[in-house]
T-cell receptor
Framework: DGGITQSPKYLFRKEGQNVTLSCEQNLNHDAMYWYRQDPGQGLRLIYYSQIVNDFQKGDIAEGYSVSREKKESFPLTVTSAQKNPTAFYLCASRDRPHTDTQYFGPGTRLTVL | KQEVTQIPAALSVPEGENLVLNCSFT??????LQWFRQDPGKGLTSLLLIQSSQREQTSGRLNASLDKSSGRSTLYIAASQPGDSATYLC????????????FGKGTKLTVNP
């Protein structure tokens, strides 16, 4: 059963703490992406990776970090430097270069207490 | 800077009605345009992708058109059903091999039985 999984579904964080959101795919896709979605807003790109051991900043990378040590995994760390981290986080992947379609995971809702 | 606008923000129709969702973008130098569906609290599902050289794409009751010169795309849904109720998002990818998708804020569709 191929797809993208994100965990946890809900995450609560105290101010000043770092948290890591998991994203795993078994689609054998090279490219992976992290987006942030706020109520009433379009998705905004945080980071993306076109291949293992390489990643690039998106439009709102400040306060976030990523790693891409394995093809199937692209974890996102929300650091204490991110001033307003409460949001819905979506991970996606693409079978680059064969298709332009991005496939999305179910999302993680992060709430800062 | 590319901006994507979707009008209306919300739409309510009776079951069986044909409807059109609109998407406009400010920079016509796009590589492709995608329409996505998002159910509440869920990830995105890709519906249709139109390359910049194409005029339309069809999948079942859905038809998406693209007029790149005027910066517009429409998503036509025929014979709407209550199961079509969701938020519909459009996103454009810039020319030049950019990995970034620029999203609109979406149109929330409600189909009433």
């Amino acid at each position: 059963d191929g797809g993208i999984t994100q965990s946890p579904k809900y995450l609560f964080r105290k101010e000043g703490q770092n948290v890591t959101l998991s994203c795993e795919q078994n689609l054998n896709h090279d490219a992976m992406y992290w987006y942030r979605q706020d109520p009433g807003q379009g998705l905004r790109l945080i980071y993306y990776s076109q291949i293992v051991n390489d990643f690039q900043k998106g439009d709102i990378a400040e306060g976030y970090s990523v790693s891409r040590e394995k093809k199937e995994s692209f974890p996102l760390t929300v650091t204490s430097a991110q001033k307003n981290p409460t949001a819905f986080y979506l991970c996606a992947s693409r079978d680059r270069p064969h298709t332009d379609t991005q496939y999305f995971g179910p999302g993680t809702r992060l709430t800062v207490l | 800077k590319q901006e994507v606008t979707q009008i209306p923000a919300a739409l309510s129709v009776p079951e069986g009605e044909n409807l059109v969702l609109n998407c406009s973008f400010t920079d016509s130098a796009i590589y492709n345009l995608q329409w996505f569906r998002q159910d509440p609290g869920k990830g995105l599902t890709s519906l249709l992708l139109i390359q910049s050289s194409q005029r339309e794409q069809t999948s079942g009751r859905l038809n998406a058109s693209l007029d790149k010169s005027s910066g517009r795309s429409t998503l036509y849904i025929a014979a709407s059903q209550p199961g079509d109720s969701a938020t519909y998002l459009c996103a454009v990818r810039a020319q030049g091999g950019s990995e970034k998708l620029v999203f609109g804020k979406g149109t929330k569709l409600t189909v009433n039985p």
